[in-house]
């Protein structure tokens, strides 16, 4: 089953609103999180590294004002897409690392599709 | 991180054998070779990793060459369930490097 369940799966949202998503481990504790962002026919991009208890680190690129990501607990990473646009239309899906290096959890991912 | 090379796309027969090529020249000696596949409208999913010695899993199978600068995963039979985007990543060894890098990919089709 899965290990790092994310909600919703999908959601449609107006130009202008916010979208959250949530990310969480089932059954572990992760201090770290990655989000990704993909685009159709694309590749998965990495947006952010979302660190329990700290700010989260965003790649070059990635504006922190947008896309809001909050580590509250060692089981949950929230992103928030604030004033989402058409643009932000994606597929957002969000990891965790394993306890064997460099193998991640994925989320089974959330499409946000803003009208 | 170093830079992998894979074919856009490959096509096999089910219930044949699969060898999915990587080329990655710029290898250096502690980055390890990781693969991940990513189903049709799924979040990417761990298959296999090594360093140098080819390794099994009852996924597939790592075969890395010995000077490490290609790889090839292997997929003994392959299903109709194994259609996917196949990716092969570098991913240096260094403390707290837990974040991977994705490339294009190669996307399998299994002719039923």
């Known amino acids: 089953g899965a290990v790092v369940s994310q909600h919703p799966s999908w959601v449609i949202c107006k130009s202008g609103t916010s979208v959250k998503i949530e990310c969480r481990s089932l059954d572990f504790q992760a201090t770290t999180m990655f989000w990704y962002r993909q685009f159709p026919k694309q590749s998965l991009m990495l947006m952010a590294t979302s660190n329990e208890g700290s700010k989260a680190t965003y790649e070059q690129g990635v504006e922190k004002d947008k896309f809001l990501i909050n580590h509250a607990s060692l089981t949950l990473s929230t992103l928030t897409v604030t004033s989402a646009h058409p643009e932000d239309s994606s597929f957002y899906i969000c990891?965790?690392?394993?306890?064997?290096?460099?193998?991640?959890?994925f989320g089974e991912g959330s499409r946000l599709t803003v009208l | 991180d170093a830079k992998t090379t894979q074919p856009n796309s490959m096509e096999s027969n089910e219930e044949e054998p699969v060898h999915l090529p990587c080329n990655h020249s710029?290898?250096?000696?502690?980055?390890?070779i990781h693969w991940y596949r990513q189903l049709p409208s799924q979040g990417p999913e761990y298959v296999i990793h090594g360093l140098t010695s080819n390794v099994n899993n009852r996924m597939a199978s790592l075969a890395i060459a010995e000077d490490r600068k290609s790889s090839t995963l292997i997929l003994h039979r392959a299903t109709l369930r194994d259609a996917a985007v196949y990716y092969c990543i570098l991913r240096g060894d260094f403390f707290g490097n837990e974040k991977l890098t994705f490339g294009t990919g190669t996307r399998l089709t299994i002719i039923p």
């Open positions: 710029t290898i250096s000696g502690t980055d390890y």
């Open positions: 990891s965790a690392p394993a306890r064997v290096p460099g193998e991640l959890f």
